[in-house]
């Protein structure tokens, strides 16, 4: 009897475990100058980031925004652009982070970019580390986001 309520208890907590840690929410990073705020919605095995960036200086101030939806089922996807430009994507679970991998093609100018996606242990801090390999080389970024 004992031996099988401890291999439920594992069963249960390995499947606990294996569940996809939720990305979900409303997250802001910034200060005055620069600042960025991502949506993001996880259902039914996709992730959509919506994602919108300001920053101003003394002479200039733009920003972007934009939407992408993901499907984390580590399969590559492509797309295509009218003006010939290539992409290819894929999103996958890694432990308790989110890896989406991009290769885009534009002429001869080609880009591979890692992102990797990781919420902290208590819920609050949502960091993205990037890395973005071209012909200049390579380049490292980190960005955390706070849940609003």
Same mark, same amino acid.
């Given at each position: ?14 499947a606990?475990?294996?569940? *996809?840690?939720?990305?979900?929410g409303n !997250?802001?990073?910034g200060?005055?100058? *620069? %600042?960025?705020?991502?949506?993001? /919605? ?10 919108? =960036? ?6 200039l101030?733009g ?6 939806? +993901?499907? %984390?089922?580590?399969?590559?996807? /492509?797309?295509k652009?009218g003006?010939?430009? /290539?992409? !290819?994507?894929?999103? +996958?679970?890694?432990?308790?982070s989110?890896?989406? %991998?991009r290769?885009? =093609?534009?002429g +001869? ?6 992102e990797? !996606? ?7 801090t949502l ?6 390999v071209d012909m200049?080389?390579?380049? /490292? ?8």
């Amino acid at each position: 009897m004992m031996i099988r309520t401890l291999v439920v208890a594992g069963i249960v907590s390995c499947a606990a475990w294996a569940q *996809d840690p939720s990305l979900t929410g409303n !997250w802001t990073r910034g200060d005055r100058t *620069d %600042t960025a705020t991502c949506k993001i /919605e996880q259902q039914d095995g996709n992730v959509t980031f919506h994602i919108e =960036k300001h920053f101003s200086n003394s002479r200039l101030s733009g920003g972007m925004s934009d939407t992408e939806t +993901y499907a %984390t089922d580590g399969v590559e996807r /492509e797309r295509k652009a009218g003006n010939g430009s /290539e992409n !290819w994507f894929t999103a +996958y679970w890694q432990a308790h982070s989110l890896v989406i %991998t991009r290769l885009s =093609k534009d002429g +001869y100018h080609v880009v591979a970019t890692r992102e990797t !996606w990781t919420v902290s242990d208590d819920g609050l801090t949502l960091t993205k580390t990037t890395r973005r390999v071209d012909m200049d080389g390579v380049t /490292e970024s980190t960005e955390q986001f706070e849940r609003h």
